[in-house]
T-cell receptor
């Protein structure tokens, strides 16, 4: 099946620093999504990307859908302690309106922010 | 709050037993997905339903089954449980089966098999 390589696996940064993480795949995806998971909770959608080359921001978060459709990155600027958590990328494939759309998830990036 | 409700939050049971996990999707969402999350495997797709019909299967064991009812809630049945089935089980819902309809997750059921 399809696999996503998400890196880095973990990051330890100081409050105020910028963060960058990415996902790559050998397969093409139609959508890229970024989720954040806090302990004891389900993943929460941060940003959804629908077109190759698309750059989208959500507050201090910015994500891009790679031109080749095989990768995506997420940047967090001016990190704060509540940014701590696990960040997952997910690639979506299948045709719009069809029955076979599904998401494949990366294994996550654990972010720790030191105050 | 994602609007997706999962019950129970925690479940502890013994090997060989059977359990049922329940999910109520967000209001208006027709599609329900089940995922298993373990430490070493990340989020693994199990099965997907749309408006009562099974649409896609992932890495779901034969001991596991699911269904989506007319009121759109879904249940995941796990039988002949093994220690390795201990994991977080997430339900997610979306409005449609479409790349433009992202998934929203519940807070999961933590299953512990002893």
């Amino acid at each position: 099946g399809q696999q996503l390589n998400q890196s880095p696996q973990s990051m330890f940064i100081q409050e105020g620093e910028d963060v960058s993480m990415n996902c790559t795949s050998s397969s093409i995806f139609n959508t890229w999504l970024w989720y954040k998971q806090d302990p004891g909770e389900g993943p929460v959608l941060l940003i959804a990307l629908y077109k190759a080359g698309e750059l989208t921001s959500n507050g201090r978060l910015t994500a891009q859908f790679g031109i080749t459709r095989k990768d995506s990155f997420l940047n967090i600027s001016a990190s704060i302690p509540s940014d701590v958590g696990i960040y997952f990328c997910a690639g979506g494939d299948g045709n719009s309106g069809g029955s076979n759309y599904k998401l494949t998830f990366g294994k996550g990036t654990l972010l720790t922010v030191n105050p | 709050d994602s609007g997706v409700t999962q019950t129970p939050k925690h479940l502890i049971t013994a090997t060989g037993q059977r359990v049922t996990l329940r999910c109520s999707p967000r209001s208006g969402d027709l599609s329900v997905y089940w995922y298993q999350q373990s430490l070493d495997q990340g989020l693994q797709f199990l099965i997907q339903y749309y408006n009562g019909e099974e649409r896609a299967k992932g890495n779901i064991l034969e001991r596991f089954s699911a269904q989506q009812f007319p009121d759109l809630h879904s249940e995941l049945n796990l039988s002949s449980l093994e220690l390795g089935d201990s994991a977080l089980y997430f339900c997610a819902s979306s409005a449609r089966v479409s790349p433009n309809s992202p998934l929203h997750f519940g807070n999961g059921t933590r299953l512990t098999v002893t």
